[in-house]
T-cell receptor, first 113, second 112 residues
């Protein structure tokens, strides 16, 4: 079955540590996205990538980094510079010419203490 | 700035009753509008979408939504809710490449 996988589902880290969240898709989608979700705030775009080896900042990119070395994979690193990293992180993907129709993974809940 | 407003943070309806969730967006050329549903701790599932044409769109799970350009609204409706419909619902809007704007969500609870 085609879809988007995110791992792990729950992640715990100590403050000051970098952590990388995984996102893989086998939908043959060109574009991939990372969103952050906080209670009562909907989804906010962190980074997106329309093609391999290229990515753009979203609305809240500070304290995050990404890479896109393969079409199927778009890992997100939450760095120690991110002031409030505890959140639910969602990855999505789409065809490049249908970027308005995004499919979402199941999410990773990150808790930093 | 373009925005999406879901005025109801939390709604409770009785099982079998009808449902309407409100969504308003700030004006943009040729809006693409969506409703997503999210069960607790899960990702988002697309319920329905409006791109153009008929202003009443049908989605999965018995949901429908009506686009009203004059009111900048895209309200979600269901004639009879089931307990399994309890979830959070997000309205979303885009009119430009690669950036979907999401509303803050409406949490739906179902009263037995």
């Amino acid at each position: 079955d085609g879809g988007i996988t995110q791992s792990p589902k729950y992640l715990f880290r100590k403050e000051g540590q970098n952590v990388t969240l995984s996102c893989e898709q086998n939908l043959n989608h060109d574009a991939m996205y990372w969103y952050r979700q906080d209670p009562g705030q909907g989804l906010r775009l962190i980074y997106y990538s329309q093609i391999v080896n290229d990515f753009q900042k979203g609305d809240i990119a500070e304290g995050y980094s990404v890479s896109r070395e393969k079409k199927e994979s778009f890992p997100l690193t939450v760095t120690s510079a991110q002031k409030n990293p505890t959140a639910f992180y969602l990855c999505a993907s789409s065809y490049r010419d249908r970027d308005y129709e995004q499919y979402f993974g199941p999410g990773t809940r990150l808790t930093v203490t | 700035a373009q925005s999406v407003t879901q005025p109801d943070i939390h709604i409770t309806v009785s099982e079998g009753a009808s449902l309407e969730l409100r969504c308003n967006y700030s004006y943009g050329a040729t809006p693409y509008l969506f409703w997503y549903v999210q069960s607790p701790g899960q990702g988002l599932q697309l319920l329905l979408k409006y791109f153009s044409g008929d202003t009443l769109v049908q989605g999965i799970k018995g949901f429908e939504a009506e686009f009203k350009r004059s009111q900048s609204s895209f309200n979600l409706r269901k004639p009879s809710v089931h307990w399994s419909d309890a979830a959070e619902y997000f309205c979303a809007y885009t009119s430009s490449a690669s950036k979907i704007i999401f509303g803050s969500g409406t949490r739906l609870s179902i009263r037995p």
